[in-house]
């Protein structure tokens, strides 16, 4: 990205500026000259030669922010046009989330539970059409058709609506308490029926929106925004995946809300939403312990008193599972000879280096060398895996426009250092198990977490400019910081203002892509007030 004060972009904005300022001097100099006697001096009629090129510069001048990238990177787009719209009164008329004092005592989970029983069972061709519904937008959706659906599914809505009121959701699962390999097989099924419960409130803000029928559709976001925080109390990666998943499809129809004719502003709601509104750090120090829960026998590995050939049968059955996760485990009689004959190369080949790095942490080499060899190796496993993890960890503990950078430096130098290989093929000397490997997925789950974050403080700086907008005689800001009725909020990405530009009378609000060449991982909005 570069600074376009020195590209033709850059000059125009710059000119811009220099013509606004004189704007008000030019428009006492040329009265005189275009009409009438005016301290002696002579009429002259301004010739079009001199006020055509002009007023074209300055109808056509870009206003805004010099940075705006050059050429715009491919994002996700919409093109919208809003009304203005001062604060709502009261200004929190439209929540987005529930307010404590309107909870009631109850555990969510049970009453989503119930709406996922009585969800109605759909033949295939039932389930292409309601899919081909799902894909549609708001002004193309039969609404007949799809009201007499959602009318089938009143009792689910019902629980639905219960759900969503309840002051606590405990889904009975704590990830963190699995063991062995039912850490990798535990089943699901509650957790990815919770999308299809976000379908139907989505189907139903739809109808709302397209019948103008706000109060009700501001209810069904607020199901929306909870249901997905609710779903992210169960601390696994996969399950706030879906998590997101459901964040995405209310913040989608908290656009198509604020894009309807005459529409509240929805800023302060936005803005009172949970922030983060997933836990990704609670996620993570559950997920780096994966590999401790799935060979329990790592975590004691320092202190456990085993015979040799317990030490090699542990990690022999330690790759068992691993292979068996890859299937590429061998079977029958041949098994257990070739994962004993695994564990023997692993020993033989960590134990020189597990050694000396156990030494030079700290540990006595008379106790080292007191230890069985595969003991010292388990040890060695442990530890490298857990560098691994809270080095993961700690960043992730940081707000993603502090954290993401370094975990982006993070793997190739911990492929450098020997804790992840650098490609399939190549051996990682500090991971001998391939446990470190199973951490990767954490490492890219960053964006995916963050992104209905900034997709929320988009939406919210969208209203800000249409509260300017209605304070303003329907004028679009110059600049983002013109905007004094409330607080823009700032990238999440970034930690900086997103960057925006008004050409041609259309606002450009723009958050750049987080992975390069990635076009959902950024959104651009060009707006035009009714």
């Known amino acids: 990205m570069r600074n ?24 006492k100099v040329l009265a005189p000259w275009a009409g009438g006697k005016h301290h002696g001096l002579p009429r002259l009629a301004l010739k079009s030669s001199l006020i055509g090129p002009c007023c074209l510069l300055l109808g056509s001048l870009a206003f805004g922010d010099d940075l705006f990238p050059d050429p715009i990177p491919e994002v996700k787009t919409y093109e919208w046009k809003v009304s203005p719209a001062g604060e709502s009164s009261p200004a929190l008329k439209y929540r987005l989330y529930p307010a404590l004092v309107d909870t009631v005592r109850g555990n969510a989970a049970t009453r989503y539970l119930r709406a996922q029983l009585m969800i109605p069972r759909a033949s295939p061709e039932q389930m292409d059409r309601e899919n081909d519904w799902y894909d549609c937008r708001t002004s193309d959706l039969p609404l007949d058709d799809v009201k ?39 089943r699901l099924p509650e957790f990815q029926e919770m999308r299809q419960l976000a ?15 706000i109060d009700d559709a501001v209810n069904t976001l607020r199901m929306l925004y909870r249901m997905a925080t609710d779903v992210a109390k169960s601390h696994s990666i996969i399950v706030n995946l879906i998590s997101t998943s459901i964040a995405s499809i209310a913040n989608e129809m908290a656009g198509e809300l604020i894009t309807m004719d005459h529409s509240p502003n929805l800023y302060w709601g936005l803005r009172t939403l949970p922030d983060p509104l997933l836990d990704r750090l609670a996620v993570a120090q559950v997920d780096v312990g994966l590999a401790l829960q799935l060979f329990p026998f790592l975590k004691d590995a320092d202190t456990a008193q085993r015979t040799p050939e317990q030490w090699q049968r542990l990690l022999a059955d330690a ?47 008379a106790t080292v060398e007191r230890m069985p060899v595969g003991q010292v190796v388990s040890i060695y496993v442990r530890n490298c895996y857990q560098h691994v993890a809270q080095e993961f960890e700690k960043w992730s503990s940081l707000p993603y426009a502090e954290g993401e950078p370094h975990l982006r430096r993070l793997m190739p130098q911990l492929q450098e250092a020997g804790y992840l290989r650098p490609s399939p093929t190549a051996i990682a000397s500090r991971d001998p198990l391939l446990i470190n490997q199973a951490l990767l997925p954490s490492f890219m789950t960053g964006e995916a977490f963050n992104r209905p974050r900034r997709i929320i403080a988009l939406l919210a700086t ?14 679009l800001p110059a600049k983002l910081s013109d905007i004094t009725a409330v607080p823009v909020p700032l990238d999440p990405a970034t930690a900086k203002p997103f960057l925006y530009r008004v050409v041609d009378g259309q606002a450009d609000l723009l958050a750049p892509p987080t992975l390069p060449g990635v076009e959902y991982s950024g959104r651009r909005f060009l707006l035009r007030i009714r």
């Open 148 to 186: 007499k659906w959602l009318a089938a599914r009143q009792i689910v809505i019902d629980e639905i609506v219960a759900a969503t009121r309840c002051d606590s959701c405990d889904w009975g699962t704590r990830f963190e308490d699995l063991r062995g390999l039912e850490v990798i097989y535990i």
């Open 462 to 475: 969208v209203e800000a400019i249409r509260m300017h907008a209605a304070a303003n005689q329907n004028a």
């Open 199 to 213: 379908r139907v409130l989505k189907l139903k803000a739809q109808v709302e929106i397209a019948e103008h029928r």
């Open 4 to 27: 376009q004060t020195t590209g033709p972009s850059g000059l125009k904005t710059r000119l811009s500026n220099l013509i606004q300022g004189l704007r008000p001097w030019l428009g």
């Open 319 to 365: 790759i068992h599972e691993l292979r068996s996760m890859t299937h590429n485990s061998p079977s029958g009689e041949a098994a257990d000879a070739v994962n004993q004959l695994s564990a023997t190369v692993l020993i033989m080949r960590s134990y020189p280096l597990a050694k000396r790095e156990l030494i030079a942490q700290g540990m006595s080499a």
